[in-house]
C-alpha cells in the first residue's frame, strides 16, 4: 500500500529508475499476498471438505516440466540449478491440480531455503507396491530433528524466512501432506542441519486407484483448424484490470480484440461475429457464468477454442472445464509467457 500511495503521489517526482524498482517490488509483493491468500484458501476448502478431486492418467515429466517453468525466475534469480532424473516412465494417477501443487511447493521452498548457486535435484522411482516415489533434495540449510517432526503440523510455528529473506506463510507444506494423502500416497522428510534436505512422496501408478469423481472427458475437445494469420480474439472479462492485461497480453497475436463483461454478452459476440477465433472466458462473471455461455456457444460453434480462467483455482478446475465444453483452463494470474504458450499450443502456425 505504501508503495502505490508514493507512486500516485506527483509530488514524489521519481525519475525512470525509481519507478522501475518500486513497480518490481510491488509485482512481488502482490505475488506473495495472492500466494499467502491462495495457501489460506485451500486450506480452509480442503478442511471443510470442499476441494475438488478428479484424478485421472497422467504423465508425471510433463507435471514437472510445467512446475519447472513457473519456478524457474526464483532459481535463476538465485543461481540455483534444478536438475531432474526420472527411472520410471509409468503414468500416475493422481488430481492434477493437487500433484502441480505438491511439485511445485516442494521446489519453491528448496529454492527459499537454498544458498546462491546451490543445487536443486527431483527424481522419481517405482516401489513394488505399484507407488512412484517423488523426491526433491537440495543442497540448502536443512533442518534439525525437531523442525523435522514438527514439518507437518499445524499446531506448531515452523515458519522462517528463506536464506535471501523470502517468506514463508507456514501452510505449504501442510497442503503438500493433505493433498498427497487425499491421493492414496505418504510424504516425510529427510535432513541434517547444513547439509541440506530432501522431501519424499508417494503417488499411485496409472490404474491403481479407482474414483467414482473422474471426468469423462480427459483431453480437448476438437480444435479449430489452425490459420497462420492473426487471430480474432473475444474477451469475457468483468474485471476492468484484468481485462486490459488480457488485451495487452493478446495484442501480439491479435487483428481484433473484441471485450464483452457478461457471459450473455459473449454469447451474442459469437453469434454475430462466427469469424472469432479464440475465446478467453472467465468463469465468474455475473449473471450467466462462463460456463453457461460456453455450453450455449457449443451448440452452434463446436470448434472455436475457448480457454476458461479464473482466480479461483480451489473452486474451479481444468477437469471441470473440460468437462463444460472448454478446451482449457488457466488460473489467474497467469504471466505473458504461459498465455503465449497456450495459444500457441491451439494455434502452433501463429506467429507473434
Known amino acids: 500500500m505504501g508503495l502505490t500511495e508514493i507512486m500516485a503521489d506527483e509530488s514524489q517526482q521519481l525519475n525512470a529508475d525509481e519507478q522501475r524498482e518500486m513497480m518490481l517490488d510491488l509485482k512481488q509483493s502482490a505475488r506473495n499476498i495472492y500466494h499467502l491468500l491462495e495457501n489460506l484458501l485451500e486450506w480452509s476448502q480442503m478442511q471443510r471438505g470442499q476441494t475438488s478431486f478428479y484424478p485421472q492418467s497422467l504423465n508425471l515429466k510433463n507435471i514437472v516440466k510445467d512446475c519447472l517453468t ?13 536438475n ?63 523442525m523435522i517432526n514438527n514439518l507437518f503440523r499445524i499446531d506448531v510455528n515452523t515458519r522462517r524466512p ?25 510424504i516425510w522428510a529427510e535432513s541434517n ?29 476438437a480444435m479449430k483448424e489452425k490459420p497462420a494469420e492473426k487471430l480474432k480474439i473475444l474477451i469475457a472479462e468483468d474485471d476492468k484490470p484484468s481485462e486490459n492485461v488480457l ?39 455475473p449473471g450467466m457464468d462462463g460456463y453457461e455461455a460456453t455450453r450455449i456457444i ?25 468437462e463444460m465444453g472448454c478446451n482449457d483452463f488457466m488460473t489467474k494470474p497467469f504471466d505473458q509467457q504461459s498465455l503465449d504458450e497456450m ?6 502456425r501463429l506467429e507473434s
Open 70 to 82: 513457473v519456478v524457474s525466475v526464483s532459481s535463476k534469480k538465485k543461481g540455483i540449478d534444478i
Open 193 to 221: 542441519l547444513l547439509n541440506g534436505s530432501t522431501l519424499y512422496f508417494t503417488v499411485p501408478c496409472s490404474g491403481v486407484m479407482e474414483d467414482k469423481t473422474i471426468i469423462g472427458n480427459a483431453g480437448p475437445i
Open 247 to 285: 488485451a495487452a497480453f493478446v495484442k501480439k497475436f491479435s487483428k481484433e480484440t473484441l471485450r464483452v463483461r457478461t457471459g450473455v454478452a459473449a454469447v451474442e459476440a459469437c453469434r454475430n461475429h462466427p469469424d472469432i477465433n479464440l475465446i478467453l472466458m472467465d468463469i465468474a462473471m
Open 84 to 146: 531432474a532424473e526420472f527411472s520410471t516412465e509409468g503414468e500416475l494417477f493422481a488430481d492434477k491440480y493437487m500433484l502441480q501443487t505438491i511439485i511445485r511447493n516442494l521446489l519453491a521452498n528448496a529454492i527459499k531455503f537454498t544458498n546462491k548457486g546451490g543445487q536443486v535435484l527431483i527424481s522419481a522411482w517405482p516401489e513394488t507396491n505399484n507407488m512412484i516415489v517423488v523426491s526433491v533434495k537440495d543442497s540448502g540449510i536443512g533442518m534439525s530433528n525437531e
Open 162 to 186: 528463506g536464506t535471501e529473506g523470502e517468506p514463508s506463510t507456514g501452510l505449504g507444506l501442510l497442503l503438500c501432506k493433505e493433498f498427497v494423502e487425499r491421493n492414496g500416497g505418504q
Open 343 to 348: 495459444i500457441k499450443f491451439y494455434f502452433p
Open 298 to 322: 457449443r451448440q452452434f460453434n463446436p470448434s472455436i477454442v475457448i480457454i476458461a480462467q479464473s482466480a479461483n483455482s480451489v473452486k474451479y478446475s481444468r477437469g471441470e472445464a473440460l
